[in-house]
């Protein structure tokens, strides 16, 4: 995905793997899905997610957790408007 050259059939398995309502949808709940990469269109709900599941990978393993985010920022203001590769 990161590369721009999933197949058919990446794009196929990607899509089988949406979390959802329905009744034959994964659920993140579910265990399987317990410490895994989760995928978002926006970075403000992967995030959280992020978050929630280190606040409890800590709590598990009686460790420490720190959070903190960084902030990109364009060197040149005038390039916010250029595509990144």
């Known amino acids: 995905m990161r590369y721009k050259s999933c197949t058919s059939e990446d794009i196929e398995f990607l899509s089988s793997r949406i979390a959802g309502k329905g009744p034959d949808d994964p659920k993140l709940s579910q265990k399987a899905f317990r410490n895994v990469s989760i995928i978002t269109a926006f970075n403000a709900p992967k995030d959280r997610?992020?978050?929630?599941?280190?606040?409890?990978?800590?709590?598990?393993?009686?460790?420490r957790f720190d959070l903190f985010y960084s902030m990109d920022r364009w060197k040149n203001p005038e390039e916010s408007g250029k595509q990144r590769l």
């Not at 997610?49 to 800590?58: H, K, P």
């Open 49 to 63: 997610i992020n978050q929630l599941g280190c606040e409890r990978f800590a709590a598990e393993n009686q460790s």
